[in-house]
Every structure is written in structure tokens, then in C-alpha cells.
């Protein structure tokens, strides 16, 4: 069994910044890639930056030079700082990792964190 454990949402004014971070604990074999997404009150979750083991990463078009992604592969842990804050920000922010556990390692399964808040006020 795989946890994922966020924090870091809060309330903030529009150009503020907030951090969030999110651990992986449990039966973890190896962590290919983490990351975050986000949904927003009637909309459909999306992708907002990940980093592979590798150390690549990949973010959306609307958060590009706002938001840097980090990973600590020793803590299982990655981060978001997320800058320059808008309204459109909003959203229940989920992290997301896809780990292989020593239950079974031939295969990787996607796991989710509970989610946590971030609003942004204009």
C-alpha cells in the first residue's frame, strides 16, 4: 500500500505564492514520475507540471514561468512552488505518482493524494 500526502494549500491575494509538497510513504519499490494536477470547480482535472526520475519535466501552457516543480527522490517527495498567483489559479490541487510497490514489481500503478486547497484572490 502507497499513501500520498499533500500540503501547503492555503488562501493567498493574486501574485502571491504559496509551496505545496507531497510525500509518498508505504511499500515504494520506485517512484517513475510525480506530479501535480488540478481541478477547478466544474471543469475537468488537468495536468499542471510532473518530473520523471530522470529528472524531466512537463508543464502546462498556463503556468510556465509561474510554477517550478521539484523532486526529492531520497524523501519520495516532490514540490510546487507555485509564483505570480492568479484567480484562475483556483482549484483542489492532487498529487499523483506512479510507483511500483514491492507487492508486486513488475508493474507501476498510479496513486492520488487527497487534495488540497488553493485560493487565489483577486
Known amino acids: 500500500q502507497v499513501q500520498l500526502v499533500e500540503s501547503g494549500g492555503g488562501s493567498v491575494d493574486a501574485g502571491g505564492s504559496l509551496r505545496l509538497s507531497c510525500a509518498a510513504s508505504g511499500s515504494i519499490f520506485s517512484i517513475n514520475a510525480m506530479g501535480w494536477y488540478r481541478q477547478a470547480p466544474g471543469k475537468q482535472r488537468e495536468l499542471v507540471a510532473r518530473?520523471?526520475?530522470?529528472?524531466?519535466?512537463d508543464y502546462a501552457d498556463s503556468v510556465k514561468g509561474r510554477f517550478t516543480i521539484s523532486r526529492d527522490n531520497a524523501k519520495n517527495t516532490v514540490y510546487l512552488q507555485m509564483n505570480s498567483l492568479k484567480p484562475e489559479d483556483t482549484a483542489v490541487y492532487y498529487c499523483?505518482?506512479?510507483?511500483?510497490?514491492?507487492?508486486?514489481?513488475?508493474?507501476?500503478?498510479?496513486?492520488w493524494g487527497q487534495g488540497t486547497q488553493v485560493t487565489v484572490s483577486s
Open positions: 499523483n505518482a506512479d510507483v511500483k510497490s514491492y507487492t508486486d514489481t513488475r508493474f507501476a500503478r498510479v496513486y
Open positions: 518530473v520523471i526520475s530522470g529528472g524531466s519535466t
